[in-house]
C-alpha cells in the first residue's frame, strides 16, 4: 500500500512540476506560508502574478473565444491534478500515521526508535515541501485565471465567464484541502519530533 501511494504522488508530481515550470519559474516568489491567501493584483494584465501563464498570451491567439477555451482547459487540468495529489496525500497521511505507531510498538531500544522515527519525518517533510510548491503553484493558476474571469466579464463572453467562476470555485475548494492536509503532516512532523527519548532500562 505504501508503494502503491509513494508512486501515485510521484506520477502526479512529474505531472504537476510540467505545469510549475511554465507558472512558477517565470514568477516571483511569494510565500510557503500555508495560510497565505491569493492577492487582488491579478487584475492587472501584465502584473507578474500571471506572468508564463496562459492568461498572459491572449494576444497570441486567433480570437478571444479560443483564448478562453484555452484557460478553461488548462483550469480544469489543474483541478483535476489537486483532486488526484490530494487523494493521495490523505492516503500517504493514513499509511504513515500506521507505520509510526508500528514503529513506536515494535521498537524498545530508544535510539533504534529515534533513528526509525527520524527516518519517517524526513519522509513527512519531503511530503510537506513538495505541497508547499503545489500549493504556491496553484494559488498562481488562482490569481491568473481570476483575471480571465474579469477578461470574460469586461468582454461579456458570459457562457466562457460561467465556466472559469465555476472552475475557480473547484480550485479554491482544492487549495483548502491540500492546505488542510499540508498542516495534517506538518502536525504530524512535529509531534515527532517533540517526542521524548525512551530510557533504556537498566538490569
Not at 474579469?150 to 465567464?161: F, G, M
Not at 495534517?184 to 533504556?200: M, V, Y
Amino acid at each position: 500500500m505504501k508503494n502503491t501511494c509513494i508512486g501515485l504522488l510521484l506520477c502526479v508530481t512529474i505531472v504537476f512540476l510540467t505545469f510549475c515550470v511554465s507558472v512558477a519559474a517565470s514568477s516571483p516568489s511569494s510565500t510557503n506560508s500555508l495560510s497565505q491567501q491569493p492577492s487582488n493584483s491579478s487584475n492587472n494584465p501584465t502584473d507578474q502574478s500571471i506572468s508564463g501563464h496562459i492568461a498572459s498570451k491572449k494576444e497570441t491567439f486567433p480570437s478571444v473565444e479560443q483564448w478562453l477555451s484555452a484557460c478553461v482547459a488548462e483550469a480544469s487540468q489543474v483541478n483535476q491534478e489537486l483532486v488526484v495529489y490530494n487523494k493521495g496525500l490523505s492516503s500517504q497521511l493514513i499509511d504513515t500515521k500506521k507505520e509510526i505507531e508500528t514503529v513506536k510498538r515494535k521498537y524498545k531500544d530508544s535510539e533504534v526508535r529515534r533513528v526509525n522515527l527520524k527516518e519517517k519525518q524526513e519522509e513527512l517533510d519531503r511530503i510537506l515541501a513538495w505541497s508547499k510548491i503545489k500549493l504556491e503553484t496553484a494559488r498562481k493558476e488562482l490569481e491568473a485565471q481570476q483575471h480571465v474571469v474579469a477578461e470574460a466579464t469586461k468582454s461579456q463572453k458570459n457562457d466562457y465567464a460561467a465556466k472559469l467562476k465555476g472552475e475557480v470555485k473547484t480550485l479554491k475548494a482544492n487549495i483548502t484541502e491540500m492546505e488542510k492536509r499540508s498542516r495534517a503532516f506538518a502536525s504530524l512532523s512535529t509531534s515527532i519530533n517533540a517526542q521524548p527519548p525512551t530510557k533504556k532500562r537498566t538490569n
